[in-house]
């Protein structure tokens, strides 16, 4: 199947079950329901729950058995999305091409929707367990798993290092690291709920977590790389591209996308949808 057409397909299928899963805006507190739903209901590309159901199928089950999770995890994205668009934080106008959430809302609406779609998001992988064929141990480790991702060692972190950028060093090593934790952890995590939910080997699991650390970092060059030549980031902040310029940037994601595509030999040709999606990340122009 072409890349094109799977993302379409199971994009469409997060979006459905997002829309039937959220909270209706006639159900009280309406503000926050409406709030929760405009932050979700956007036209986000799903990369998250759609990297978990393509690593359930590729350990040979079905993208079902993965989805409730799979949508938690999408929440949790839209979580950290929201409070990074905060005047407190990166202070932006728009997402998705939308009005931000505070924009739409006011600030203490945008906080108290981040906190509920963490909430809700954790609350959405905890129902995996009622999937038949699914392990009330396995939901387990992927919520120690997802909390291990948001916690100070990376998600958090990474944000704390990325709004405190002018007490460190702006190098290589440190701006790769920052990228390793606000973006990596959460693409590493969505993979790994796939294969926990999926009885994955050890083997397996420590390939998918390596593949999800490239492609995470080539993810993100990629995303600031993308910003600066659409000129879109008016503030100061410094990125990868911002200071190594567009060829060294372009050689960083071409290293990042090799690397991962060697953590996908595991694999075989079993894994030919991830290696399109490498080619995806590596030349995608939005
Ligand atoms: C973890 C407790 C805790 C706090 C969160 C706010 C925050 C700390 C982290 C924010 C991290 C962040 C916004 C990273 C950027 C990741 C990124 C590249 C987002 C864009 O992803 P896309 O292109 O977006 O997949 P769509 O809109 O398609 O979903």
Redesign the pocket.
Known sequence: MELGDYLKEKKKIVDEYLENQLPSEKINPSLIHRSIRYSVL???????PILTMMTAELLGKPYQSVLPAAAGI?L???????????PC??DDDY??GKLTSHKVFGEGIAVLT?DAL?VMGLDFICNNAEVEGVSKESVLQVIKKVLD???TR???G???E?INWQFREQNHNNILDIYLK??SA?ICASLETGALLSQANEEEISSLSQFGENIGLA??IT??LLDLQQDKKDNEKPSYPAIFGIEKSKEEIKEYCNKAKENLLTFGNRAELFYKLVDYVQYRK?
């Open positions: 956007n036209g986000g590309k799903r990369l998250r999408e949790i994205h839209c979580f950290s999305l929201v409070h990074d668009d905060l934080m990166d997402r998705r981040g963490l991702m948001l916690g990376k998600m958090l990474g944000q704390v990325d606000k973006t959460l993810f993100q995303d600031d939005e």
